[in-house]
């Protein structure tokens, strides 16, 4: 049985998950970090049995709106913060012990610490053996 249902909307489908939490259905986590957290993050991760992630170093802002950096004494404003994005697909059901292991390891209590969204994941397939959905995981 299909886990999932669409609809239209001016001519947009879309697609949502109808499984129970146990099912089939699938999360893709995101979360944007500081640098230098990225190695407590991943021990937390493997510590809860995560097999893979994607990591980018990426740069952006948000509340912070940037920093002041020093270089050969002069002071330089830039607008754009250094950031690491990982990306992350998992079991609906381990979903929420992810997102709680990202926010205790990145947590530093200071402006900047990061966000973390969630999505449904539609599907996923291993290249290699063709293996799908939470068995490519």
Known sequence: ???????TISGTAFAYCTAQPTGVCMKYII???KPHKLDPVREALTALGVSGMTVTEV???GRQKGQTEIYRGAEYETNMV???????????DQAPAVIEAIQHAAETGAIGD???FEFELAGALRIRTGDTNETAL
Request: net charge positive; aromatic share 12%; glycine share 8%.
């Open 114 to 116: 990061g966000k973390i």
């Open 31 to 33: 979360a944007v970090i």
């Open 59 to 61: 740069k952006g802002f």
């Open 82 to 92: 250094p950031k690491v994005k990982i990306e992350i697909a998992c079991a609906s």
């Open 1 to 7: 049985m299909n886990p999932f249902a669409c609809f």
